[in-house]
């Protein structure tokens, strides 16, 4: 049975940091696509980033360029985000997701695995 357990959520100030990570178990994912959605309450989820086969390939939402960085631990199959700047905009539930194959990074639909969620909170 395969588990995300996403961590690392919170409330910070405008203009500050947090990293998100998510482990996975029950599957190896290190081949196949790993990221990172938002989604706020009427809103459709968003991908923030994603990437695939060991980083060979990564995308951001162009919000979040340059501020949130995916990286991952394929040895201990985790994907993490680091999130710099932080805006109340991002303020969000982050799930976490992951797939063993490649296909579209940004459809949620091609992510067959998800985690439960973790709130992030910007104040202003």
């Known amino acids: 049975q395969v588990h995300l357990v996403e961590s690392g959520g919170g409330l910070v100030q405008a203009g500050g940091s947090l990293r998100l990570s998510c482990a996975a178990s029950?599957?190896?994912?290190?081949?196949?696509?790993m990221g990172w959605f938002r989604k706020a309450p009427g809103k459709e989820r968003e991908c923030v980033a994603a990437?695939?086969?060991?980083?060979?390939?990564?995308i951001y939402a162009d919000s979040v360029k340059g501020r949130f960085t995916i990286s991952r631990d394929s040895d201990k199959n985790i994907v993490y985000l680091q999130m710099n700047r932080l805006q109340p905009g991002d303020t969000d539930v982050y799930y976490c997701?992951?797939?063993?194959?490649?296909?579209?990074?940004?459809?949620?639909?091609?992510?067959?695995?998800w985690g439960q969620g973790i709130q992030v909170t910007v104040s202003s």
């Open positions: 990437d695939r086969n060991r980083g060979a390939h990564t």
């Open positions: 997701a992951a797939d063993l194959y490649w296909r579209d990074l940004k459809a949620a639909a091609n992510y067959a695995y």
């Open positions: 029950g599957r190896d994912f290190s081949s196949g696509s």
